[in-house]
Nanobody, 120 residues
Framework: VQLQASGGGLVQTGRFLRLSCAAS????????MGWFRQAPGKGRELAAI???????QYADSVKGRFTVSRDNNKKTVYLQMNSLKPEDTAVYYC???????????????WGQGTLVTVSS
């Protein structure tokens, strides 16, 4: 399973960005897709995840500003980031829990990361 993320960049405080991540390869199911992020000098943390049934979890720091969604037919997850703050500056990693075969358990996969920089 390969995860290809896009949409990062440099924006000013208060602006918005939209990240996309498409899964490809031999895939039977993708129970969970979403995004983690890693700010400079800090550990990787959950930003937002969404299940294939639509259950969503957000980090407290992004609630009300970020919206995660997915298109199951396209095997793609999105992260709409509004009202961006300098503290949102991080490498954003696409994440998926996917199974390559119905007889096998799903396991986690990571994308390569896309940098989001928010200037003050």
């Amino acid at each position: 399973v390969q995860l290809q993320a896009s949409g990062g960049g440099l924006v000013q405080t208060g602006r918005f960005l939209r990240l996309s991540c498409a899964a490809s390869g031999t895939i039977s199911s993708i129970p969970i897709m979403g995004w983690f992020r890693q700010a400079p000098g800090k550990g990787r943390e959950l930003a937002a995840i969404i299940s294939n049934l639509g259950s969503i979890q957000y980090a407290d720091s992004v609630k009300g500003r970020f919206t995660v969604s997915r298109d199951n037919n396209k095997k793609t997850v999105y992260l709409q980031m509004n009202s961006l703050k300098p503290e949102d500056t991080a490498v954003y990693y696409c994440y998926a829990v996917a199974a390559t075969d119905a007889a096998l358990p799903a396991r986690p996969y990571w994308g390569q990361g896309t940098l989001v920089t928010v200037s003050s």
